[in-house]
């Protein structure tokens, strides 16, 4: 545009992007699942709740 003699704003100009984000998604779709599993998750730890909720002192 200035190259054709028109006045260009530099804050109009410091909003224009060529590069597009409104419609691009960069992590890909993430679906969640939130609900509980229907069986406990088989883990290699075996603590006990006093260990994992040790009173504080």
Do not use: C
């Amino acid at each position: 545009m200035a190259a054709e003699g028109q006045s260009v704003d530099l804050d109009d100009l410091a909003t224009v992007s060529p590069y597009i984000t409104h419609t691009v998604r960069r992590f890909g779709n993430w679906t969640l699942n939130l609900t509980p599993p229907d069986q406990a998750p088989a883990t290699r730890l075996d603590l006990e709740p006093r260990v994992l909720f040790a009173p504080k002192t």
